[in-house]
């Protein structure tokens, strides 16, 4: 079983940054693959990025690819997406998720977070 709690979601201008986190518990944290979703009002979720098991691997969404970065540290149970150059268009709730194998589609991943909010104004 792994728990995950996510934090640093905000209000930003456009053009702004910020950098999510997602706390898991348990002590086996670096046996999954960590992936990004997120859900704006009205759509589906949809995939962001995911990192392999060690970080030396990530995939990106192509609306996210060169803004986003995926990244974990493994001593602290940590996955982050660092995001700039952040639009409109990236308002939504971010979630983590926790998966056995890589893979872009929701069912990939058994355990998620509860989400946080991101707003970008225009």
């Known amino acids: 079983q792994v728990q995950l709690v996510e934090s640093g979601g905000g209000s930003v201008q456009a053009g702004g940054s910020l950098r999510l986190s997602c706390a898991a518990s348990?002590?086996?944290?670096?046996?999954?693959?960590m992936g990004w979703f997120r859900q704006a009002p009205g759509k589906e979720r949809e995939f962001v990025a995911r990192?392999?098991?060690?970080?030396?691997?990530?995939y990106y969404a192509d609306s996210v690819k060169g803004r986003f970065t995926i990244s974990r540290d493994n001593a602290k149970n940590t996955v982050y997406l660092q995001m700039y150059s952040l639009t409109p268009e990236d308002t939504a709730v971010y979630y983590c998720?926790?998966?056995?194998?890589?893979?872009?589609?929701?069912?990939?991943?058994?355990?998620w977070g509860q989400g946080t909010q991101v707003t970008v104004a225009s």
């Open positions: 998720a926790a998966g056995r194998a890589p893979g872009i589609g929701a069912d990939n991943y058994d355990y």
């Open positions: 990192i392999s098991w060690g970080g030396s691997t990530s």
């Open positions: 348990g002590h086996t944290f670096s046996r999954y693959v």
